[in-house]
């Protein structure tokens, strides 16, 4: 067991199975990864869909979509753990790649780009841009870690203390406390699809500020206070 997939949901009946079932197609064997779905109380059957496909099914019981990841990784048995969304695409070259990256021992995360599933002009411009500030950002050695598409090793993230309960940005916060412990590489050929969906819903523009206040904040010292996780579908 080499790496340890975690993934949040709620009330993704619709998708999780086709999401799931992509998985057969890593390069990575199956023998050498575990999938573990993390689910924030679903009334639907993502639970039950999961639970044949994926090798744990869980509940979650701590605070935030970054609370949820924090308990699949207390149950995760491999070094190295990756996270992604259940509304995402991964390339079938993403575990191999990721494992890849870890054999140089002072790595302690390994993050990409992310891209749109839909073809409309907004999403895709937006994206662009987003990419285009993140790829500056990891040259500046400030690394976002997303949920969508990253990974750490396993020991080092529980040192940091793992995702804390923010409202925004919670992966600019991990990955300011995980680069104090080692190097974290930004590699743009982990490029994953995710759904627009959450955007589309909230607004782009309303969002984006959002996210921006969230990680300038982070990053001045002074993150946003924690919340509740207000859970939604879309």
């Given at each position: ?38 689910d924030g109380g679903s009334s639907d059957r ?189």
């Open positions: 067991m080499r790496v340890s997939v975690i993934v949040p949901t709620y009330e993704e009946a619709a998708r999780i199975d086709g999401f799931l079932r992509q998985f057969a197609d890593q390069t990575l064997p199956r023998d050498a990864f575990e999938l573990i779905v993390v993502t639970r039950e869909i999961a639970a044949g496909l994926a090798d744990q099914v869980i509940v979650q019981t701590s605070r935030g979509i970054g609370g949820a990841r924090n308990d699949g990784v207390a149950v995760a048995r491999a070094p190295i753990v990756a996270t992604t969304d259940a509304d995402c695409i991964v390339p079938p070259d993403w575990l191999e790649r990721i494992v890849g990256h870890f054999g140089a021992p002072d790595v302690v995360a390994v993050c990409g780009p992310d891209g749109p599933l839909e073809r409309g002009w907004k999403p895709r411009l937006v994206f662009f841009v987003v990419r285009s500030l993140i790829r500056l950002a990891a040259l500046a050695g400030i690394f976002g870690t997303g949920g969508t598409n990253s990974a750490f090793r396993k020991a080092t993230f529980l040192e940091v203390g793992g995702y804390r309960p923010l409202p925004h940005s919670d992966d600019v916060d991990l990955g300011v406390r995980l680069a104090t412990k080692g190097k974290i590489v930004y590699d743009p050929a982990l490029y994953v699809r995710l759904s627009v969906r959450r955007l589309e819903k909230q607004g782009y523009m309303r969002t984006l500020l959002l996210w921006l206040r969230g990680d300038l904040k982070v990053l001045t010292g002074r993150p946003l206070e924690e919340i509740e996780y207000a859970r939604q579908k879309y």
